[in-house]
Structures are given as structure tokens and as C-alpha cells.
């Protein structure tokens, strides 16, 4: 099979035309992200420590340690305060989000 301008073009317009896929699985991070209003809300108003979120999140498969939470959480208040990225560990642990 030839491949022709013609082909690039419509695989072009295919590709763009996909649905964004759902994500199987997320890293530990991505989990704190999705909740950090919910973790701030318990360290400043319900009496828990980093250590304590930690501890929970890893009794439901969640590992990660509190100073790696206290880190994801300052990074994203400072992505939400200076709207950029801030770096990244470079670690990844999915976390499974099928029962």
C-alpha cells in the first residue's frame, strides 16, 4: 500500500476526531490532585496530619508517604496560584480504579 498526502490528511482528521480515552489507572498523584480540597479540608479544619492522610490513603491501596503528599499538595497549590506546572517526581505508581 502506497502511502499518499491524501492518506496523511484523512488519518489527520481521524485521529482528531477520537474520543478522549478514560484513564484505566492514575498514579498517586494524580489521586491527591482529584483530592486535595478534601485532604486541606481535614488537615486545617478536622485535626488530621499529613501522616494521618498518608496512613489512610495506603489502607485503600494508595502508598504514598506524607512527605511526598505534603510535596504533591504545595505543588498543586503553586500550579493553582502561578497557573503552570510545577515539576513533577519522577516516580510513577498507578493506582488501579477497577474494584
Avoid: C, N, W
Avoid at 494524580?30 to 486541606?40: E, H, Q
Avoid at 479540608?41 to 512527605?67: N, P, W
Amino acid at each position: 500500500m502506497k502511502i499518499t498526502p491524501d492518506t496523511v490528511e484523512k488519518l489527520r482528521s481521524e485521529l482528531a476526531g477520537l474520543p478522549p480515552k478514560p484513564k484505566a489507572t492514575l498514579t498517586a498523584r494524580d489521586v491527591v490532585v482529584a483530592l486535595a480540597p478534601d485532604i486541606r479540608a481535614q488537615i486545617t479544619g478536622g485535626g488530621y496530619s499529613l501522616k494521618d492522610i498518608s496512613e489512610e490513603l495506603h489502607k485503600r491501596g494508595i502508598k504514598i508517604s506524607a512527605s511526598t503528599l505534603g510535596s504533591y499538595l504545595r505543588a498543586i497549590a503553586a500550579e493553582q496560584k502561578f497557573g503552570k506546572p510545577a515539576s513533577r517526581a519522577r516516580t510513577k505508581r498507578s493506582v488501579s480504579t477497577e474494584s
